[in-house]
């Protein structure tokens, strides 16, 4: 069975550009979680989403967005990009919305680099 | 404030050694700790999951142990292979906040053969 996918795996963009970041999750998941890890970090909590809504949103400003699609497959949109924003953006996925003891999966990541 | 702190920040050790990691958090209220191995430039994968009830939980050659009471955590890495070469990331699990998990920074561990 395939993983979570994440696509691209590399991306380079200017400052001011914008740039959308897919994630698929395991087949049958339905929660999705973006993740922002800057080189050196834990990662940091940008938002998750399940069965299309969002349910929690990290302490990122209102340049980050997100959505879900029916096939639970999500984006992640960041605009006006700052050289701050070069980071490996990772995407994870599980069953339900916040079960104690459930399993997060990790995409191999989206490694973005602004100039 | 949740807090994760891990130590040391980094380790190399020679192949065939053994070596343990350390994490100690201030989240509440708990709900579980997990360990997570993360390759450069690679997703992390997970290690073990441990609830309040659970001291120790092995997965191959890892160990996991807990402390609820001081609120500390190990991770043992027995007869370690070059493939161990990673970031250890303690990652603890509360029932409050965004998404409730407060990840440390990592231990970046290098095996030298």
């Known amino acids: 069975d395939a993983g979570v996918t994440q696509s691209p795996t590399h991306l380079i963009k200017t400052r001011g550009q914008q740039v959308t970041l897919r994630c698929s999750p395991i087949?049958?998941?339905?929660?999705v979680s973006w993740y922002q890890q800057v080189l050196g970090q834990g990662p940091q909590f940008i938002f998750q989403y399940y069965e299309k809504e969002e349910r929690g949103r990290g302490n990122f400003p209102d340049r980050f967005s997100a959505r879900q699609f029916p096939n639970y497959s999500s984006e992640l949109n960041v605009n006006a990009l700052l050289l701050g924003d070069s980071a490996l953006y990772l995407c994870a996925s599980s069953f339900g919305p916040q079960e104690n003891t459930g399993e997060l999966f990790f995409g191999e990541g989206s490694r973005l680099t602004v100039l | 404030k949740n807090q994760v702190e891990q130590s040391p920040q980094s380790l190399i050790i020679l192949e065939g050694k053994n070596c343990t990691l350390q994490?100690?958090?201030?989240?509440?209220?708990?709900?579980?700790l997990r360990w997570y191995k993360q390759d450069t430039g690679r997703g992390p994968v997970s290690l073990t999951i441990?609830?309040?009830?659970?001291n120790t939980k092995s997965n191959g050659r890892y160990t996991a142990t807990l402390d609820a009471d001081t609120k500390q955590s190990s991770l043992h890495i027995t007869a370690s292979q070059l493939s161990d070469s990673a970031s250890y990331i303690c990652?603890?699990?509360?029932?409050?906040?965004?998404?409730?998990?407060?990840f440390g920074k990592g231990t970046h561990l290098i095996i030298q053969p």
């Open positions: 994490c100690n958090y201030t989240v509440s209220p708990f709900s579980n």
């Open positions: 441990m609830t309040f009830s659970e």
């Open positions: 990652v603890v699990k509360s029932g409050g906040g965004a998404d409730g998990l407060t």
């Open positions: 087949s049958g998941h339905k929660s």
